[in-house]
């Protein structure tokens, strides 16, 4: 069965699985204390994160900042040809004052950047029973049509479908302006050109080989899921995700008409 036939989207954090359809979303919280599980499911879009809005910003601010970033370039080389000497020195000026904001403004984000990915990846580890439960069950699911436990068990925690090989795309986006910001703290120009270059001629390339280009991502993804992000789920990790697909496709089937869908939770008091 194919993933995109139902299941979109998934989403693990410590004690809480996400799984996502086109109309649904069902979130499985599951308390330690009570050794129970709630799933709360409710319409895609009314509990939908804000993250394409903040990607959209991302993408906007780096096209933006590589922009500028060759205009200043070009425009200080064209100050160089330019007869008139006052035309010239401001051309020079404002290029220079252009280039520095911009290579500012990815410094600042560099930084930030790693900082979030380092915390980032260490809560990754202490989640990563949770990111496998969610892969097994949804992978068992669409290559046996079954939501059974024993047959998710069998399967592999490692995914081609985690979302961690656009996470590759977008660390290689970031080492990328690390090196262009190392350079401009080096002051070594000749660098910074040939670094932007290569950003702009790797994204046509992405672009026009995308296949090949996801390929090499999911590829990447998976030594990255094998060695960091993922480890084998135990018992409670693999039951919270089974509540969560269980309930989504119980409602997918049985909410046709999205107008008669009233959110819901249901407590699952324990293990099947």
């Known amino acids: 069965m194919d993933l995109n036939d139902v299941i979109i989207g998934e989403q693990s954090e410590m004690g809480k699985i996400r799984i996502d359809s086109n109309d649904f979303a ?29 990607d959209w910003k991302f993408y906007l601010w780096f096209a933006a900042c590589i922009f500028f970033a060759n205009a200043s370039l070009m425009g200080y080389i064209a100050s160089v040809v330019i007869v008139n000497p006052i035309l010239a020195n401001g051309l020079a ?24 990915i380092y915390k980032l990846f260490w809560e990754m580890r202490k989640v990563a029973p949770w990111h496998g439960a969610e892969h097994k069950v949804i992978d068992s699911y669409c290559q046996n ?6 047959a998710a068990k069998l399967v592999s925690p490692i995914s081609d479908y985690c979302g961690g090989r656009f996470a590759v795309l977008y660390l290689l986006a970031m080492g990328a302006l690390l090196a262009v910001a190392i350079a401009f703290a080096l002051g070594d120009y000749k660098t910074i050109g040939i670094v932007i270059s290569s950003i702009i001629l790797a994204t046509l390339v992405m672009i026009l080989f995308h296949r090949t280009t996801m390929k090499c991502a999911v590829h990447l993804s998976r030594k990255l899921q094998k060695y960091w992000t993922i480890k084998e789920p135990g018992e409670k990790e693999l039951w919270t995700a089974h509540c969560a697909i269980v309930e989504l496709l119980k409602t997918e089937k049985r909410y046709k008409n ?15």
Do not use: W
């Open 26 to 54: 069902s979130i499985a919280t599951y308390d330690e204390e009570k050794n129970q599980v709630t799933v709360e499911v409710d319409l895609h879009e009314n509990i939908k994160p804000d993250v394409d809005e903040r």
């Open 145 to 150: 049509g079954t939501t059974d436990l024993e």
């Open 258 to 272: 999205l107008e008669n869908f009233q959110k819901y939770s249901i407590t699952y008091d324990r293990r099947p």
């Open 93 to 116: 000026l404002l290029s220079i004052i252009v280039f520095s904001c911009v290579m500012y403004s990815m410094l600042s984000r560099v930084v930030r950047s790693t900082i979030t």
